[in-house]
């Protein structure tokens, strides 16, 4: 749980983790406001899904660079939401990780509805798209509604 309580992204965070068995690791304050102690806490405890908004992201991607870090990450999932995620500023992440391991996925609608509405799975691909704004387009499972900006 990197998010604040009071963010309605932790509410995802806390109940991902717990209603499928899985172990939550709460950030320390301290940690969150360190790139870099934030990326060997990742490493260190092993997370295999991180929820971030891009702009907490784009501050990871910078210090595993600074850190000179191997790509040494548990991860197998990265959920984006939060704010709209610019597609160009995870090129040095999918230069370094490639884009099937881990999986980054932008998520749409948790603000807006208090549940996710739709997802996409994102790969290097998606970089070259002609797309403004996030790509969003398939619909959640949680429920039916699709939206899509590139249009």
């Known amino acids: 749980m990197f998010h604040s309580a009071a963010f309605d992204f932790s509410v995802w965070e806390i109940w991902g983790a717990l209603l499928y068995g899985g ?5 320390p304050y301290a940690t969150s406001r360190s790139p870099q102690d934030f990326y060997r806490l ?3 405890r ?6 971030q908004t891009p702009a907490a992201f784009r501050q990871l991607i910078r210090a595993e660079e600074a850190l000179g870090a191997a790509p040494d990450l548990a991860l197998r999932y990265v959920v984006f939401g939060g704010e709209a995620l610019e597609l160009q500023g995870l090129r040095p992440w999918f230069e370094r990780h490639g ?3 881990p999986q980054l996925i932008n998520m ?6 208090t549940v996710h509405v739709t997802y996409r799975p994102l790969t290097l691909a998606d970089l070259a798209l002609p797309v403004k704004g996030s790509p969003i ?3 959640s499972p949680i429920c039916g509604f699709t939206f899509s900006t590139s249009s």
Do not use: C, K
């Open 108 to 113: 749409y609608g948790i603000t807006e509805t």
């Open 46 to 51: 092993r997370v295999t899904v991180l929820n």
């Open 99 to 101: 884009d099937r391991s």
């Open 137 to 139: 387009a398939f619909p």
């Open 42 to 44: 990742l490493r260190d």
């Open 23 to 27: 172990r939550l690791v709460v950030v």
